[in-house]
């Protein structure tokens, strides 16, 4: 075998993106609370980073004229142009040492809260809301004090952690008694799932709905007979709404069937296990807003930065550069996080900027849904607003993705505006959502005692001018939790 030593040249093409790009997407992509949370990781880590307070804009009347212009120009933030040429600022940065001359510096003071006065963060923490009880918890407190063989003790509480969100037991006892590491007879699982089933809320650990329901009835402890026939004997048709067929086989009148109903969709819950430490639904900031423009057509857009803190970078460390006994490792630890900073900065900069520019062109091409509401939502692809705005599409995806925009119609994904669609006989172009928006409004307004078929409905839209095929309108109407219309019809 022969080892051999050589050179060789060799042509290739590598996409290498610098730490300051890395971290412009990255900021891009951020909602704005994740923003501002990556903002305040920023302030702990980046000592050269300050705030700047609302008395901090105008110049002590007091100081030198000269210094206070200097100082004014060494601590300005970085603009983004919209040629994006920021050569001004980053000549400014590169030549920190050489402009600034050196001052005296002290140890800024530390502001403490006086006892008279209250901490904030104190008082954050009293207005917080105290932490639901989870499900399982909320079990786990009643279970710990029924009394119960200390077997059935170990198989109901195996039971309860097995149990799913919404407060269902659906693992088979075979697979508990595997996981539990012993046999257990079904008869001692059986016992511990009905003493489970006893717990608050009723309906807890119920293996069906039909099941869940008739435990629910149980507990309330009132006389309701029939409610209770029909959920145990005509259950498939009380899922059918065939209320003329429960009458029949109930022996009872339909205005009596119907009552018995009522009472089952307004006392009966389906999924009871959500009742207890349910999540509520989250908190949306819109990453922008777009508002009526009071002085003449169309609408203005803004980004809100109310909870984004106003960032610059400290003369302070600027200053401490020009000292002469500062040694070599710390200069370049004060150099490297003052051009993190501003890096930081412009790219919160460039995230504004971008994030307005992609929402204006959203907003001239979906103007009729701003004016008219979900059905005149145009398809719309990402790469049209991208090569209308000059950036790459995967700009767009990411200047979009997680965010929210507040309209005068309310508050919508970003990424709603980009969809497929169709065209109309007229046409006209409407996006995917339009059509289900469409399709909602023809199930809304049918007769229920004679509901519209996939084929029916086809044909309806068709006359609106929208060509679909049965297949695509049967997906959507799947796709929008809408029963079939066997499933839709009452007596």
């Excluded at 435990?215 to 498939?236: K, N, P, T, V």
Aim: hydrophobic share 35%.
């Amino acid at each position: 075998m022969r080892l051999d030593t050589f050179q060789q040249l060799r042509l290739e093409q590598k996409l290498k993106l610098a730490p300051r790009m890395i971290q412009s997407m990255e900021i891009l992509q951020l909602p704005i609370l994740a923003l501002e949370e990556r903002i305040d990781q920023e302030l702990e880590k980046n000592p050269v980073l300050e705030l700047r307070e609302a008395d901090q804009d105008t110049p002590d009347a007091n100081s030198n004229p000269d210094e206070t212009a200097k100082a004014v120009d060494d601590e300005r933030e970085l603009v983004v142009h919209e040629d994006n040429s920021n050569r001004d600022d980053f000549e400014r940065l590169d030549n920190i040492e050489n402009v600034i001359d050196p001052l005296e510096m002290t140890d800024r003071p530390v502001r403490r809260a006086a006892f008279d006065e209250e901490d904030p963060k104190q008082q954050a923490l009293t207005n917080t809301a105290a932490r639901e009880i989870s499900l399982h918890e909320y079990l786990t407190l009643q279970w710990d004090l029924t009394e119960a063989d200390p077997l059935i003790k170990q198989c109901g509480e195996f039971i309860i952690n097995h149990l799913d969100p919404d407060g269902y037991f659906r693992t088979s006892f075979s697979e508990l008694a595997k996981k539990f590491g012993q046999e257990i007879p079904e008869i001692t699982w059986e016992q511990a799932i009905q003493l489970v089933q006893t717990l608050d809320p009723p309906g807890i650990a119920a293996r069906t709905v039909q099941e869940c329901l008739l435990l629910q009835l149980e507990a309330l402890g009132e006389d309701r007979c029939l409610e209770h026939l029909i959920i145990s004997d005509c259950f498939d048709e009380l899922q059918k709404q065939q209320y003329t067929r429960i009458a029949q086989r109930t022996n009872r009148p339909l205005a009596r069937v119907k009552e018995a109903v009522d009472f089952i969709g307004s006392r009966l819950i389906l999924h009871p296990g959500l009742t207890i430490g349910s999540p509520k639904a989250p908190h949306i900031v819109p990453d922008v807003i777009i508002d009526y423009n009071e002085t003449g057509p169309g609408y203005t857009i803004s980004i809100p930065e109310r909870g984004l803190p106003h960032l610059y970078v400290s003369g302070h460390y600027r200053r401490l550069l020009q000292t002469d006994s500062l040694d070599r490792n710390t200069r370049q630890f004060i150099k490297k996080n003052i051009q993190s900073g501003q890096w930081l900065i412009e790219a919160i900069e460039q995230r504004r900027h971008t994030l307005k520019r992609v929402t204006e062109a959203i907003v001239d091409v979906q103007t009729e849904f701003l004016e008219s509401g979900p059905r005149f939502l145009k398809p719309l692809p990402m790469a049209q607003i991208a090569d209308k705005i000059g950036v790459h599409v995967a700009t767009v995806s990411r200047a979009v993705s997680g965010k929210f925009l507040q309209t005068p119609r309310g508050i919508y994904p970003l990424r709603m505006f980009f969809s497929g669609g169709t065209e109309t006989t007229q046409g006209q172009s409407l996006s995917w959502d339009a059509v289900r928006a469409k399709i909602q409004d023809l199930i809304d307004v049918e007769d229920k005692t004679k509901p519209l078929s996939d084929d029916q409905i086809v044909e309806a839209l068709r006359q609106q001018g929208i060509d679909l095929a049965r297949r695509t309108v049967t997906k959507y109407r799947k796709m929008m939790g809408l029963a079939s219309s066997h499933r839709r019809r009452q007596s």
